[in-house]
Structure formats: structure tokens, C-alpha cells
């Protein structure tokens, strides 16, 4: 009997060995199955990003944004497709007067806008107790002073017309460039505050005449002369290569007038918002200026 049992006792104990052996097997193989699936998962998610698939970083997000025709608005759709890739939607409205994409950012109904410098928004803010702020710089316009119905700056005749901006700081702008062509003398110190009432020296008594910027270009035939903003001289069809004079490239308007994305002060951390400047900046759209606009516009370096 004792013998019997034993031989059960001895059974029973290969059993469980044979059963623990057959168990531990079964989970080293599910975790060597498991650790392979991973591995085989981040191998695909690194070869997707290296074969260039389409990687969303932000969630179907879209962006009014308020933008003059040109370059602005032809600049934001060559962003657009870049944008879309990373799940940033634009929803571009274009705006042909310089007061709208102000207000529509003021009251909401803008997410951003695009078409002004700092200190044309500085005016802005000033003026309407607004708080809205640049949140970075994408290019420059250079001011050109155009010919009307006289062509020669060097045998400018007495009480000759040009038609300059009839908004403040471009006014000065333009004022800037008359004082660089020596047609006139500003007080010292008067450079992007400068009014007419700073014209220290007027040799040939010129009539200074204001004229909406947008107005500019189609008012040329009843002007001598006109000095007119790079994107209103694009959309009339004038090249910066045909101006008479234009704002030198290493003058105070080069560095002052940047164009910039304006957004309310609350929403200036706004990872999308970011995201489209960013995208602005780039070299693509770098590269897209250059070969677009003929050096009427100007990436910002």
C-alpha cells in the first residue's frame, strides 16, 4: 500500500511541475509577443513620419482671419496647405479697407488679422481703446513714390501734387521718403510721428494731398506724383521697379514697418495662432515671396 502510494505522490508532483512549466512558457511567450508588437507599432509610427504621411498636431482647429487682398491674402492660401497638414484650418476673409480687421478682431468676429505694421495698430489701439497685439512680423512692403502726370523727381516743378496716405503713421512714412528724395526738410527728430506741420524746408512749395491709401493708385492721373503702400501699388498693377524713388532698404521704415498677425491681447499664447505665423515665416513662403513679388515685398529675415 505504502508502496501505492508513493507512486501517486510522485505522479501528482511531475503533474503540477509539468503544468507550472507549461504556464510560465505560455506568459514569456505572450510578453516576448507583446514586446515585439510594440516594438514593430513605434518602428510604423517612426516610418510614417519619415515617409512624410500626414501628422495632425492640432484637432480640426479653424482661424478667421481678416486680410488685404494682396499680398496678405494670397500669402495666408499659399500657408493654407501646409496648415490643413497639421489640422489648422484658415477661413480667410478679405478686407479692402484698413479699418474692418481691426474691429472684427476687436469684437470677436475675427480669430486674427493680417495687413498691417505695429505702428499703424499702435494708432489703432490708441484711438479706439482697443488692446490688440502683434504676434510676430512676416514681411515688409517698400513705400514707392509712382509718377502721375509728371515723370522726372529731378526737374520737379513748383507747387507740383502728391498724393501721400491720408492715415497717420503712413503719412510719415511717406513724408520720410520725400525728406530721403531731398524734396523736403523735416524738423529734427520728426520721423515716424511726422506730420506736415514738421515740414521745415519745402523748396518747390509741393501740395501735400491725403488721399485714402486704397485711393492712391486709381488717383495718379490727377496727381503729379503719388507714394503708395506695396500692396495698394500691387493690386493697381505698378511695380516697385518702376518707381521713381523707393524707401532704402536699410532706412528707419524697413525696420519700423514690418507687417505683423494681430490678435486680441487674451489669445496671444494661442498655440494655433502661433502655428500660422510660424508657417508664414518659413522658408517655403520665404521662397514664395521671392519669386512671386518682384522685390515689392520683402520676407522678413
Sequence with gaps: MKKIQKI????????LALAFAVGCGSKDAKTSVDNQANENASKDDTEAVEGGEETKTFDDVTIKIGASVTPHAELLREAAPILAKEGINLDIVELEDVV???????????????????PFLDSFNSENNTDLVSIGATHYEPFGLYAGKSDDLKNLKDGAII???????????????????????????????????????????????????????????????????????????????????????????????????????????????????????????????????????????
Design 8 to 15: 501517486v505522490a510522485l505522479i501528482l508532483t511531475l503533474t
Design 100 to 118: 474692418t480687421p481691426n474691429t472684427g478682431v476687436a469684437d470677436g468676429s475675427l480669430d486674427a488679422n493680417f495687413f498691417q505694421h505695429v
Design 163 to 301: 498724393g501721400v496716405p491720408n492715415n497717420s503713421t503712413n503719412e510719415a512714412r511717406a513724408l520720410l521718403l520725400l525728406q530721403q528724395e531731398g524734396i523736403i526738410k523735416l524738423k529734427e527728430g520728426a520721423d515716424i510721428n511726422a506730420t506736415v506741420q514738421d515740414i521745415e524746408e519745402n523748396s518747390h512749395n509741393i501740395e501735400i494731398k491725403e488721399i485714402a491709401p486704397e485711393q492712391l493708385v486709381r488717383s495718379l492721373p490727377d496727381l503729379d506724383f503719388a507714394i503708395i503702400n506695396g500692396n495698394y501699388a500691387l493690386e493697381g498693377g505698378l511695380k516697385v521697379k518702376d518707381a521713381l524713388a523707393v524707401e532704402a532698404a536699410d532706412g528707419v521704415a524697413a525696420q519700423t514697418y514690418k507687417n505683423v498677425i494681430v490678435v486680441k491681447s487674451e489669445n496671444k499664447d494661442d498655440e494655433a495662432l502661433k502655428e500660422v505665423v510660424k508657417v508664414l515665416q518659413s522658408q517655403d513662403i520665404q521662397d514664395y515671396i521671392n519669386a512671386t513679388y518682384d522685390g515689392a515685398v520683402v520676407p522678413v529675415q
